[in-house]
Each structure stands twice: as structure tokens, then as C-alpha cells.
């Protein structure tokens, strides 16, 4: 059988946001931006450059404005047309050309697992991305395009992962597995948010995953069994007994834009290469005179 590219991607984005409140009652997080750029643009570009072709949203209440955001603005546009702002335009028609956008609602807020099945009959029988709102990851090829190239090799799920500190490892989905480099690894374990004691890996999951049908198999599986919310962690743990899995720690810089220090922190990168304004920015961190 000849192996099936991966076309479509799954962003979940029907969280209430609330680390970010106020900011985020009547608007969705997903649409606070990097300068001049809503970070749920960053993850659709992410997306498009490693070959997506199809966006899947799952969304949920209060989510218009980023339906809006990657649709057709036609008064807006006509604005721009009249008064010569050629490059403006351009800018705002590319975001609706750049993939087909598909919308799907998360009926109740029962775990990442969940809102990922609720993709399920749009995706079909292919593997697929999926990226989780919050991570960002600046590098060249883009994280996900690394995971694909992974995937094309063995044909099984891949799950992006960063090395954090040991004592930080509560915080996170953290994986055991082998590994001959200390960069792909062949998973045997998926604990999710584990005391630091409960683990020797150090072995973060971030946001990103390349999954194959099987995965959305496991989670419909688990659904009516599965006290509290649904989670990824269980599909993995699921499907390690039947098939292999991999891990692999992408290269790149990355940011926790659903954390208040780590979205600053890609705020003031975003605006250091910023090409308007990045000059000014340094300058104005240089007077600072921070000690
Ligand atoms: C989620 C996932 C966790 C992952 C983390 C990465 O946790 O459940 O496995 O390591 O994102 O950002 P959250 O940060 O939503 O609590």
C-alpha cells in the first residue's frame, strides 16, 4: 500500500482561556496576538508550510472571531482596494486562501482526547496532524513538517518533545521510551503530569502529534469508560501495546504561549525580528538599563 501523505490538521481550540482572563472573556486566546499576528495564525502557517491542505477548528462558545479571522472580509477588503493599500490586502485575502478551513464544536469540555475525536469523521480513514493552541515553535523546517518527516519513515504516530528541567516535569505529559540519540525516541510510556519522583525522564510532550486512525479508534473506545476528561495520554498508553509509537524532541525555539511569562517572552522575540520594528524595540530594551 502505498503511503497516504498528511493532508489535514486538527487544532482544538474550544478552551475557555482562563490563565489569561480578563483578557480572554469575550475574546478567544487563541486570537491575542504576537505584535501583529493572532498566535493561532503562527500554528495555521505552521501547518500550511509542512504541506496541510485542510484546517479541522474545533471550536466551542465565543469563537467567532477566529472564524472570522481566517474568512473573507469583504467591506474591509474593498476598503483597502480604494485607497491603495495593495500590501494590507494582499495580507488579509491570503489568510483565507492559504488551506480550507473546517469548523467542528466540542459539545462539552471533556479533555484534549475528546475534542481531538470530535474530528473524527471529518479526518477519515488518513493519519493526520494535530496542533494544541498554546505551543509555539520557531524553527526551520516547522515542528510539525520534523514530525511528518518521521512519520513518512515509519508510519506510525509521532509526538513532538522538548527536554525541561526534572523538577518541572509536573507540569507537563512526560514520556519514557529507547532512544539511540537522545532525539527520536520509541515510546513505552505516556504519564501525564507525573510527580518528579515517578519518573526518570525529562522528556516533555508539547502540543504537536502526527496520529493514524487507530488513534481515534482508542479514544471512541475509551469515551464511556473514561472517568473525568478524555486525555491523549490515553490513547497512547492505549496503543502501546498493539504498534510502535514515537517520541521526538524537535529542534527549535519553543514558547508556552498559554503561559503569562512565556507569551511575553515570544511577545518581545516576535518584536525583536519584527522587520518594522524591531529596531526600535532592542533600542528601547537597551534603555532600559536592566541590571
Ligand atoms: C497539556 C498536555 C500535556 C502537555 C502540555 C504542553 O497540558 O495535557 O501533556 O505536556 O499541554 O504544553 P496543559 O498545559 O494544557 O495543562
Do not use: W
Not at 211 to 239: H, R, W
Not at 255 to 269: M, N, R, S, W
Amino acid at each position: 500500500m502505498s503511503k497516504q501523505p498528511i493532508r489535514k490538521a486538527i487544532l482544538p481550540v474550544a478552551g475557555f482561556g482562563t490563565r489569561f482572563l480578563p483578557a480572554t472573556k469575550a475574546q478567544p486566546k487563541e486570537m491575542l496576538p504576537l505584535v501583529d499576528t493572532p498566535v493561532i495564525q503562527y500554528l495555521v502557517e505552521e501547518a500550511v508550510n509542512s504541506g496541510i491542505e485542510q484546517i479541522i477548528f474545533v471550536t466551542g462558545r465565543s469563537k467567532r472571531a477566529l472564524e472570522d479571522h481566517f474568512d473573507s472580509h469583504y467591506e474591509l477588503e474593498c476598503l483597502l482596494e480604494d485607497k491603495g493599500k495593495r500590501e494590507a490586502l494582499q495580507e488579509v485575502q491570503s489568510l483565507t486562501n492559504m488551506a480550507e478551513f473546517f469548523y467542528v464544536r466540542q459539545k462539552q469540555p471533556r479533555g484534549n482526547g475528546d475534542a481531538i475525536l470530535s474530528a473524527k469523521n471529518l479526518v477519515g480513514n488518513e493519519p493526520c496532524a494535530v496542533l494544541f493552541g498554546d505551543d509555539l515553535v520557531n524553527a526551520e523546517p516547522p515542528a510539525l513538517q520534523q514530525l511528518i518527516n518521521v512519520y513518512e519513515q515509519y508510519e506510525d504516530p509521532v509526538i513532538a518533545l522538548t527536554s525541561v528541567p526534572h523538577q518541572q516535569v509536573s507540569k507537563y505529559g512526560i514520556v519514557e521510551g529507547e532512544t539511540d540519540d537522545n532525539t527520536l525516541f520509541k515510546l513505552r510510556d505516556f504519564k501525564e503530569k507525573p510527580d518528579p519522583t515517578e519518573t526518570d525522564s525529562s522528556q516533555a510532550v508539547i502540543g504537536k502529534y502526527v496520529i493514524t486512525p487507530d488513534f481515534f479508534d482508542k479514544l471512541e473506545d475509551m469515551k464511556g469508560s473514561i472517568e473525568g476528561e478524555l486525555g491523549m495520554d490515553n490513547a497512547v498508553n492505549a496503543l502501546l501495546g498493539e504498534r510502535d509509537l514515537y517520541g521526538l524532541e524537535v529542534e527549535g525555539t519553543r514558547y508556552d504561549c498559554g503561559d503569562k511569562l512565556g507569551y511575553i517572552q515570544a511577545t518581545i522575540d516576535y518584536a525583536l525580528k519584527h522587520e518594522k520594528i524591531g529596531d526600535g524595540v532592542k533600542d528601547y530594551l537597551k534603555s532600559l538599563n536592566l541590571d
